[in-house]
C-alpha cells in the first residue's frame, strides 16, 4: 500500500515561511522522482517544485523560483518543500506527488501517487 502523508500547512501573513513534508512509504523511494502540486479554490492542479531521485536536479514553477526550494531526504524517505516570502497567491492546498520514475518528467501533469494534501493560507 503506498501512502504519502503531507504536513507543515497552516496561516501566515505575506512575507513569511513554512516548511512542508511528505512522508512516504509502500514505495521505492530511491527511484521515484518526487513533485509538488498546489491546487487554488476554483483554479486547476498547478506545478509547483520537482525533485530527481538523487536530488541533484531540480525544477521550479517561475511563479515560486527564488523563493521555495524542494529537498529529499532518501534515508528518511521524505520530501521538503520550503517556501519563503509566501504571497497571498500561494494560497493553496498542496499536495505531493511520486512519478515512480526516477528521472524529472517534461510533462508536468503529476506521477501515480498523490497525497491527501495540506493547506497553506497566506494573508495579506
Known amino acids: 500500500q503506498v501512502k504519502l502523508v503531507e504536513s507543515g500547512g497552516g496561516s501566515v501573513q505575506a512575507g513569511e515561511s513554512l516548511r512542508l513534508s511528505c512522508a512516504a512509504s509502500?514505495?521505492?523511494?530511491?527511484?521515484?522522482?518526487m513533485n509538488w502540486f498546489r491546487q487554488a479554490p476554483g483554479k486547476e492542479r498547478e506545478f509547483v517544485a520537482a525533485?530527481?531521485?538523487?536530488?541533484?536536479?531540480?525544477e521550479y514553477a517561475d511563479s515560486v523560483k527564488g523563493r521555495f526550494t524542494i529537498s529529499r531526504d532518501n534515508a528518511k524517505s521524505t520530501v521538503d518543500l520550503q517556501m519563503n516570502n509566501l504571497k497571498s497567491e500561494d494560497t493553496a492546498i498542496y499536495y505531493c506527488?511520486?512519478?515512480?520514475?526516477?528521472?524529472?518528467?517534461?510533462?508536468?501533469?503529476?506521477?501515480?501517487?498523490w497525497g491527501q494534501g495540506t493547506q497553506v493560507t497566506v494573508s495579506s
Open positions: 509502500g514505495i521505492p523511494f530511491t527511484m521515484t522522482a
Open positions: 525533485v530527481s531521485w538523487s536530488g541533484h536536479s531540480v
Open positions: 506527488n511520486a512519478d515512480r520514475q526516477p528521472f524529472i518528467s517534461g510533462q508536468k501533469i503529476g506521477g501515480d501517487y
